[in-house]
């Protein structure tokens, strides 16, 4: 785990004993959003796992169904 | 888990800082002075040379302190009144009349400008570096002769002149608008038989540091709009800045543009009368003397390149000086008046511009509609609340449909007992081939933050907020709430602020606290414990950390959570009606 990771990681932990306790929880996926951001930073590092997570809280809204929502893992084929 | 648990640590770290900086801003101690006092190099350019010129400048305070007091030509606006100090060109006495210092009826007037030998000296002054180093000019002891008879006031421009006896007539032209404006033109007319070279400028002094708010969201200190650049140096970045590059926090040459001193809600700054007229720019600090009595803080703009004035010729320079309140209507006016670029980013609007400022403008045509700041505030969050209502209640709108769903939801729950985790992703699945879902989702959230965020950051620097009542006991919403629960809301005959700053909880707080704690109680719990822990105690943390901010941004905290709690008993009472139709015999739906 580089640096980046470990600074980007902090942020949503820090998100998630902070902020959202005072905006609730809302998230209409399984894993939450910050549950997928952590996992996502883990398995695809800082600059892709950003935009996973950029990507699925822009997914994460009510036009959108929700539900089970895993982070692909390393080797998901691409395209 | 050990990685979960050292980052709880941090947040509560966090937590605990905020609310330090909090306590801490009633009693903090004096800054350390800089390692070493900077002198001002003699050497490279004629405006750093002249304009701060500290040790010259140290011994003429002393000499004037001694001398007989200083001659003063009186000015006038229908909003501040003050002198021109004739020794040194400079203005050091300016009061805004229509502004007190307190609420009291027989308080003083709000005084940006007080002279050298009195406390917080702080002044504007014009003057003249001799480039060609032959050239007399002006200092700080020059005795200008007023040429105007009477006071200046709107429409009746004063001159001050000296002649330097070697051929040389320098003159400043003062003229002041029916507000906050003081125009000056320095002229030098050169009667000599040799072409000279001087350099006209125009500074910002300020010889204390003042007691500044020290919170994160609002900027104190130096600030201006530089090549189109919104550019902003606090106190203590200035005074580490300056003591490493020998007393120059940030220098440019900029077009147009303004620079300035910003408090909270004054501000003292200086421009070009031309908006396309290039001055070289400087934030500067050094420390005269140790100690923050020593600090000299300064903004000040030259002309970029020496005037050459030929024989018979005159050269001149014309600058601006605001020295006022920072009302967004009047510094709007200005900045279409007179062409000063960016001249309303003196209010502290930060990231979120273009979201503030509107709300500013409806905040003020709201408090005027209803005559009172404090309802105009309530008004404002529940239009924004209704704004966002329809994202919220399109997530409950499926709640109805899910009371349907809930048998299969309970056999999922009973098939999954020991595996939360599993019973969660389970429901997931089934919320997703129902095409259900009980949550809004994070973006909606996301997107509201910013907007909350604005509103809040409106309401911490609108000096519109100044001395205005609210219902009952509160007496101005910029200042904390009176009441204290220590002393039982005055009951008891002591001031428990007098024992320590921590010994204040006043009514609006606690008002707060109880609305943010239902409003909680309405979230989710979380799963994780240590979470759910942490939020417990969120609403007590925010009582205690928001007791000292101004009146007003409690009662708005309070009524957006009672705001939120409303809209969330609304919806879920809806759903529950919509359920029982739903259900009732004979219903075909």
């Known amino acids: 785990m580089n640096l980046a990771v470990a600074a980007l990681k902090g942020c949503v932990h820090c998100y998630r004993y902070t902020l959202r306790g005072v905006i609730g929880a809302n998230c209409r996926f399984y894993p939450s959003c910050s549950d997928y951001a952590l996992e996502a930073l883990s398995v695809h590092g800082a600059v892709r796992g950003t935009l996973m997570s950029a990507g699925r809280i822009l997914r994460c809204n009510p036009w959108n169904p929700g539900g089970y929502d895993a982070v692909p893992g390393p080797q998901a084929p691409k395209g | 888990m050990d990685q979960k648990r050292l980052f709880a640590a941090i947040a509560l770290s966090i ?38 010129g500290a040790s010259p400048m140290q011994a003429e305070a002393q000499a004037t302190a001694l001398r007989r007091p200083a001659p003063r030509a009186r000015f006038e606006t229908p909003l ?80 001050l002149r000296w002649d330097n006896g070697q051929g040389q007539i320098f003159e400043i032209i003062f003229s002041v608008d029916s507000q906050y404006m003081v125009t000056a033109e320095q002229r030098v007319r050169n009667g000599g038989g040799e072409a000279i070279s001087v350099l006209p400028w125009v ?31 606090t106190f203590s970045d200035a005074r580490s800045e300056g003591a490493r590059r020998a007393g120059t926090a940030l220098e440019q040459e900029t077009m147009g543009g303004w620079a300035g001193i910003t408090d909270k809600y004054w501000l003292a700054a200086v421009m070009p009368v031309a908006p396309d007229q290039t001055l070289r720019t400087a934030y500067r600090h050094v420390n005269e003397g140790g100690g923050t009595a020593g600090d000299r803080w300064q903004v000040d703009m030259a002309a970029p390149e020496p005037l050459l004035v030929a024989p018979g010729a005159t050269g001149t320079l014309g600058t601006r000086m605001f020295a006022g309140a920072k009302e967004v209507n009047l510094l709007n006016d200005y900045m279409a008046r007179y062409g000063i670029a960016g001249f309303d980013k003196a209010i502290d609007f930060g990231w979120f511009y273009f ?31 209704a704004a966002f209502f329809p ?16 048998p299969k939801m309970q056999e999922i729950k009973e098939r999954y007992k020991d595996d939360p985790q599993k019973a969660q992703q389970e429901m997931m699945a089934l919320y997703r081939s129902e095409k259900v879902n009980p949550a809004s989702g994070c973006l909606p959230i996301l997107i509201q933050i910013p907007v909350f965020f604005a509103l809040y950051k409106t309401l911490f620097v609108t000096i519109e907020m100044r001395h205005q009542p609210f219902f009952g006991w509160i007496q101005d919403l910029s200042a904390p709430d009176p009441t204290n629960l220590f002393n039982l ?59 000292s901010f101004p009146a007003g941004l409690i009662i708005y905290w309070a009524w957006n959570n009672t705001l939120s709690v409303a809209q969330q008993y609304y919806i879920m009472r809806h759903e529950r009606a919509a359920a029982k139709a739903a259900k009732a015999p004979g219903n075909p739906k």
């Open chain 2, 203 to 233: 500074r910002i002094r300020r010889e204390y540091t003042p007691p500044t708010a020290g919170f994160f969201i609002l900027h104190e200190g130096f600030t201006g709009v530089l090549s189109g650049r919104l550019q902003e140096v």
């Open chain 2, 489 to 547: 809301f005055g009951l008891l005959p002591f001031d428990p602020m007098e024992l320590s700053p921590f010994l204040h909880m006043p009514a609006w707080a606690l008002i707060m606290g109880v609305t943010m704690w239902v409003q909680m109680r309405l979230n989710p719990t979380p799963p994780d414990p240590i979470q759910a822990k942490v939020f417990a105690w969120m609403p007590v943390i925010f009582t205690f950390m928001l007791a």
């Open chain 2, 80 to 159: 501040m009144a003050g002198s021109i100090n004739l020794r040194g060109a400079r203005i050091d006495d300016l009061v805004l009349t229509t502004y007190r210092e307190t609420l009291a009826p027989d308080s003083p007037s709000v005084r940006i400008f007080s002279p050298r030998d009195g406390q917080n000296p702080y002044f504007a002054q014009w003057g003249w570096t001799s480039a060609d180093g032959r050239t007399l000019v002006p200092d700080g002891d020059t005795e200008w002769t007023a040429v105007t008879v009477g006071r200046l006031v709107p429409e009746r421009p004063m001159t």
């Open chain 2, 15 to 52: 937590g605990i800082l905020l609310i330090f900086d909090t306590w801490n801003r009633a009693n903090q101690p004096p800054p350390d002075p800089p390692a070493a006092a900077a002198q001002r190099p003699d050497a490279p350019a004629p405006a750093v040379a002249a304009a701060p």
């Open chain 2, 391 to 406: 994202l919220a209640n399109k997530a409950y709108q499926s709640m109805a449909k899910m009371k349907i769903l809930a």
């Open chain 2, 355 to 385: 979201l503030v400022k509107p709300f500013f403008l409806v905040l003020h045509w709201l408090a005027g509609l209803t005559g009172n700041f404090g309802v105009a505030i309530l008004l404002l969050t529940v239009a924004i609340k």
